[in-house]
Nanobody, 125 residues
Framework: QVQLVESGGGSVQAGGSLRLSCVAS????????MGWFRQAPGKEREGVAA????????YYADSVKGRFTISQDNAKNTLYLQMNNLKPEDTAMYYC??????????????????WGQGTQVTVSS
């Protein structure tokens, strides 16, 4: 029904940048809200960034605000997370997720129905 595939993870030094991509199996962005989440070993999965269906409103965790940017390319059915000024505490498995229409808690993982398999981001000091 909905398949999401992340890519773009890797290893980078602190202060560097990465851009994560999430390719959807079909066009979703006019009717699905999308989010990026991350989970480090021993930690709970946390919301990083989200964008409402239609792309009109974005949301960010305080820990990444000003450093990360969520965006989407409708023509490519692709969601992006541009990550700048990366810090070691950003190290985690990053997942993209989707939920039909909109959610009142866009950074809550429980709100999302569809998930990608994740892509690893490692930031060294």
């Amino acid at each position: 029904q909905v398949q999401l595939v992340e890519s773009g993870g890797g290893s980078v030094q602190a202060g560097g940048s990465l851009r994560l991509s999430c390719v959807a199996s079909r066009y979703l962005f006019s009717s699905y809200s999308m989010g990026w989440f991350r989970q480090a070993p021993g930690k709970e999965r946390e919301g990083v960034a989200a964008i409402d269906s239609g792309g009109g409103t974005t949301y960010y965790a305080d820990s990444v605000k000003g450093r990360f940017t969520i965006s989407q390319d409708n023509a490519k059915n692709t969601l992006y997370l541009q990550m700048n000024n990366l810090k070691p505490e950003d190290t985690a498995m990053y997942y993209c997720a989707a939920v039909y229409w909109r959610t009142a808690a866009p950074l809550s993982q429980a709100e999302y129905r569809y998930w990608g398999q994740g892509t690893q981001v490692t930031v060294s000091s």
